[in-house]
């Protein structure tokens, strides 16, 4: 089991910035890769942002390039967020999830991921 616990959400204004960070534990050798989600109310959750968390390959849903950035602190099982130029239709519960190293799929899909954070709300004002 990997169990991960997101931290650094808020309220924000717009044009304003937040960096969330994914702390993970337990079977982390397991974790091929890890991402970001978020779920607005009546929405789907949508992929945000994801990185291979061996080679650091970064992949990014195309509503946020440019403005967030993610990163992994290797020695720290740690995953962040920095969310830049943040806008109102960026509020969402944002969501850290892993991939285990039998997956199969895309980075993109929720359904690849195994392991889930429970969440963290990002509000942005308008």
């Known amino acids: 089991q990997v169990q991960l616990v997101e931290s650094g959400g808020g309220l924000v204004q717009a044009g304003g910035s937040l960096r969330l960070s994914c702390a993970t534990s337990?079977?982390?050798?397991?974790?091929?890769?890890l991402g970001w989600f978020r779920q607005a109310p009546g929405k789907d959750r949508e992929f945000v942002a994801a990185?291979?968390?061996?080679?650091?390959?970064?992949y990014y849903a195309d509503s946020v390039k440019g403005r967030f950035t993610i990163s992994r602190e290797y020695a720290k099982n740690t995953v962040y967020l920095q969310m830049n130029n943040l806008k109102p239709e960026d509020t969402a519960v944002y969501y850290c999830?892993?991939?285990?190293?039998?997956?199969?799929?895309?980075?993109?899909?929720?359904?690849?991921?195994?392991?889930w954070g429970r969440g963290t709300q990002v509000t942005v004002s308008s």
């Open positions: 999830a892993a991939a285990d190293r039998n997956y199969s799929g895309s980075f993109y899909s929720p359904r690849t991921y195994r392991y």
């Open positions: 990185i291979n968390w061996d080679g650091g390959d970064t």
């Open positions: 337990g079977r982390t050798f397991r974790m091929a890769a």
